[in-house]
């Protein structure tokens, strides 16, 4: 069983410049994805493989003993490029690279590292035992319910709930259907997935992990200054 682990990061990041490097907890960011994606590989003897345009990244990965002589070409480093072909570009070169297809294809996002080994291997196990199952993400209950409190504009202007429960109205949060908010902390693939042409992992085939603990994407300052408070102060260990 091959197992390609992919670690996704351009440079250029408008909301916070060089995020992916910046030091958090007295590491760059991406020290957490490589530390997890080594301690993943070395039990399932895993293909580890960095997708970047930006010479930093590249450098840094390189001092955490992470090469690679690929570099993302500049169309699936813009803003509007997609997940799904930049995954997809990575794992031709690495499949084409090693003469081997890999079976499983494990993204993780080095923006969102708060996971743990037992998260992976947890939710690998889950997608294994499903073999109709393409794609396996991770979650967190959602904070806002789109059944109870979540509303959007109508067509004549006014505003009403996102979703209609089938049995007619919910009169609270905890009569709500069960929801959950992607985390973007890691997504497995079957290889079969990448023969679809799908642009998305959410798919009719999907499977979730719910986490067990806190996990979000770092998107602003204030995010990164509240997981560096939780480092600093032992709330959490990366």
């Given at each position: 069983?091959?197992?390609?682990?992919?670690?996704?990061g351009r440079g250029g990041s408008k909301g916070i410049p060089g995020k992916n490097v910046?030091?958090?907890?007295?590491?760059?960011?991406?020290t957490y994805t490589i530390d997890i994606a080594n301690k993943f590989a070395a039990?399932?003897?895993?293909?580890?493989?960095?997708s970047t345009d930006d010479a930093q990244i590249k450098l840094t990965a390189e001092k955490l003993g992470l090469f690679t002589e690929y570099t993302r070409p500049d169309i699936?480093?813009?803003?509007?490029?997609?997940?799904?072909?930049?995954i997809a570009d990575i794992l031709k070169y690495e499949e084409q690279c090693n003469s081997l297809i890999y079976d499983f294809i494990l993204d993780l996002d080095i923006?969102?590292?708060?996971?743990?080994?037992?998260?992976?291997?947890?939710?690998?196990?889950?997608?294994?035992?499903?073999?109709?199952a393409q794609t396996l993400f991770s979650v967190n209950p959602a904070a806002r319910n789109p059944y109870f409190n979540m509303v959007e504009e109508g067509s004549n202007g006014f505003y009403t709930l996102v979703k209609?429960?089938?049995?007619?109205?919910?009169?609270s949060r905890q009569a709500a259907p069960k929801v959950y908010e992607l985390?973007?902390?890691?997504?497995?693939?079957?290889?079969?997935?990448?023969?679809?042409g799908a642009k998305s992992p959410i798919t009719d085939r999907s499977l979730i992990y719910e986490m067990d603990h806190l996990c979000?994407?770092?998107?602003?300052?204030?995010?990164?200054?509240?997981?560096?408070?939780?480092?600093?102060?032992?709330?959490?260990?990366?």
């Open positions: 069983m091959n197992i390609l682990i992919t670690i996704c910046k030091l958090i907890g007295g590491k760059p960011l991406i039990i399932h003897k895993a293909k580890i493989a960095l699936l480093a813009s803003d509007v490029a997609g997940k799904i072909d930049t923006t969102s590292p708060m996971r743990t080994l037992s998260n992976l291997e947890q939710s690998f196990e889950i997608l294994r035992q499903n073999e109709q209609k429960a089938a049995n007619g109205s919910v009169m985390n973007a902390s890691f997504y497995w693939y079957r290889r079969s997935f990448f023969y679809t979000f994407d770092l998107d602003h300052m204030n995010d990164f200054e509240y997981l560096e408070f939780l480092l600093l102060n032992n709330k959490v260990v990366l």
